[in-house]
């Protein structure tokens, strides 16, 4: 009777991983596929076209309505972005630990519609915005900034929403690639064709952000913006819910960061016991099945010299046996080795955060730019809204994926006869490379606005394009190469871990560009004076500030060359220790 239960049935109908609604093997004819993959997209389209439209032109609102400067305003909107792409990390640890993908997305989801009608409120009740004034910037003397009650309301909803898009975002590409089963080659290709759906909604929610909602905003209504936000996300929820029945669930699995935790643990309270000078005299995979453990089918990796204080962890101490010890206790030599692995990767994890600070100035700086410039159209009296500007970045990141594709990779694989072309990290150099070019495209710009300003010509607007183009096609090498890097390189038992490591790369990149506004602001506004950045760009040199990032990410570009050049990948270390790589599939999605 064995040979026919549903998890162990030969014909291919019941999965073995996954379950249905209420708890049974998941049948692979009745769960999963299209039409729930479908119901998820719809997820992730409205959660990027809040989370962009609400950060583009988050600026021109902070400066003309809430009356706060420059400075204070581009710090709102790089710790809103920065806050979004940090609590993605507690959003996976919540969703791999505790509650499911599934639970994950439909209660932060709940949360950020919950911080979008906030958003909404307070955007559309007067007694929640400071009175307004001739001053459209909000940096004449006689506007009021709005108080403390008027900008914690007004926080309240941006972080709620920022809570939500961290949770959303950290398990709604994960749970649509679970409605496909990847042992089963038909699925397979399906779930490559999910992924490039999945990137292709990103890319129309970011559209829909720059272009009709930064529209509706400036010319409709912020209220009306930020309510068919709203109204969107309830109904995107509504049809994720109404798929309950037809979802394919899969196990919980953990979160990589307690793996590390607890290496970092044990080794830390066995660290005065002596290490063994055999290697292999200590704890591993081998030893922790023969005791009962579930190894979770890892791969025993060979033993390294560097960080030898974390070989600590994997210790037999003779007075705790071996057999029922704690994780937070003993550690399996190969758990070892995979921390030790994202140890190893932490030098170009570093080196790649200069480039989020770079990408944080195109929606902030660029977009106060923007709004001091002629944005007419022609003749035709239509004004290109400030924020609607980062279409070109995004029109920029779309355009090189191609080129890329179509005739820099085929060119590098006849020049280098790597087959892929480029290598992650030589990508990455270029990326980084196209950012210092277009903060130094940016300063020359800013300065040539403000040589023209006094003598009273307004510039047209699509003088800043070089600077969004270069930083888009940047965006699009260094996206491609980080994730293919940290996916390619991340041991096997801690992929989910590649996501934190990227999205932590985004996060702490725009709290740089907060820390960064802050020292200069605080330094160069001396005397009364508005400083670099002033209230009014007129009167400041925000081509300072443009050279200085220039210079920062030139010398962060030199430390990543030297990173890289002495980084040695993942399998060419297992294949000089005899060991073949294990062939599995990993898949690159947006963010």
């Known amino acids: ?68 400067g420059n400075a204070a305003a581009a710090n709102t909107v ?50 929640l915005r400071p009175p307004p004034c001739a001053d459209a910037k909000g940096a004449s003397p006689d506007c009021v900034p709005a108080n403390g009650t008027q900008l914690g309301v007004l926080y309240l909803g941006l972080y709620l929403t920022a809570l939500g898009t961290g949770g959303l975002k950290s398990s709604v590409s994960g749970f649509g690639s679970d409605q496909f089963d990847d042992g089963y080659d038909g699925e397979r290709k399906k ?55 037809k979802y394919r669930f899969k196990k919980l699995v953990g979160s990589p960061l307690t793996q590390v935790a607890a290496v970092t643990a044990a080794a830390w309270s066995k660290r005065s016991l002596p290490l063994p000078s055999d290697p292999d005299m200590l704890y591993d995979v081998d030893d922790a099945a023969a005791a009962g453990t579930d190894v979770k089918g890892k791969q025993r990796l060979p033993h390294s010299k560097e960080c030898r204080f974390l070989d600590h962890a994997a210790i037999v101490d003779g007075e705790t046996p071996a057999a029922g010890a704690s994780k937070w206790a003993l550690c399996t030599r190969t758990d070892v080795e995979e921390v030790k692995q994202v ?9 790649t955060i200069m480039f989020w600070t770079i990408h944080a100035q195109m929606t902030t700086f660029s977009v106060a730019q923007a709004e001091l410039m002629d944005r007419g159209v022609g003749g035709s009296g239509f004004l290109i809204p400030a924020g ?11 355009l090189t ?66 600077q969004f183009v270069l930083v888009g096609a940047g965006e699009a090498f260094t996206y491609m190469g980080q994730l293919d890097f940290f996916l390619r ?68 570009l030199a430390l990543f060359t030297l990173a890289a050049k002495g980084y040695v990948y993942k399998e060419k270390r297992l294949a000089d220790a005899g060991i073949e790589l294990a062939d599995e599939e990993t898949i690159a999605v947006g963010h």
């Open 401 to 466: 994926v191609p080129v890329y594709d179509r005739l820099v990779a085929p060119l590098a694989r006849r020049i280098t006869g790597n087959p892929h072309g480029l290598t992650p990290l030589q990508r990455v150099f270029v990326g980084l490379l196209l950012s210092v070019a277009g903060m130094a495209a940016a300063a020359l710009i800013e300065r040539h606005r403000l040589t023209t300003s006094t003598h009273g010509v307004t510039l047209t607007v699509f003088l800043l394009m070089p």
């Open 191 to 245: 779930m490559l064709r999910f992924f490039n759906w999945f990137y292709f909604f990103v890319s129309i929610g970011a559209l829909l952000a720059v272009t009709v909602l930064v529209y509706v905003q400036d010319n409709v209504g912020r209220r009306w913006g930020y309510g068919v936000c709203a109204v969107g996300i309830l109904c995107g929820l509504a049809v994720f819910l109404s798929g309950t029945r």
């Open 1 to 68: 009777m064995a040979a026919i239960l549903p998890e162990t049935a030969s014909d291919g109908k019941a999965l073995t991983d996954a379950w249905d609604y209420k708890g049974r093997p998941a049948s692979r004819a009745a769960t999963g596929g299209w039409a729930c993959a479908a119901m998820i997209l719809g997820a992730e389209l409205f959660e990027r076209m809040t989370t962009l439209g609400i950060a583009v032109n988050l600026v021109p609102y902070m400066t003309g309505t809430m009356h706060l």
């Open 78 to 127: 790089t710790n809103f972005i920065g806050t979004s792409f940090m609590l993605c990390l507690l959003g996976g640890f919540v969703a791999d630990t505790y509650l499911g993908r599934y639970l994950t997305i439909a209660i932060f989801t709940a949360v950020q519609a919950t911080g979008v009608m906030i958003l909404t409120i307070s955007t559309a009740a007067p007694g």
């Open 388 to 398: 609607s500007l980062t279409v070109f970045l995004i029109g920029s990141i779309l």
């Open 489 to 556: 390189e991340c041991p096997k038992g801690m992929k989910t871990m590649s996501t934190g490591l990227f999205l932590s790369t985004c996060a702490i990149g725009f709290f740089f560009s907060t820390l960064l506004v802050t020292i200069v602001h605080k330094i160069t506004a001396h005397g009364g004076g508005g400083g670099w950045l002033a209230d009014n760009l007129n009167q400041g040199r925000l081509d300072y500030f443009y050279w200085l990032l220039a210079v920062i990410s030139a010398i962060n």
């Open 343 to 351: 140890v190893r990767m932490l030098p170009i994890w570093a080196t």
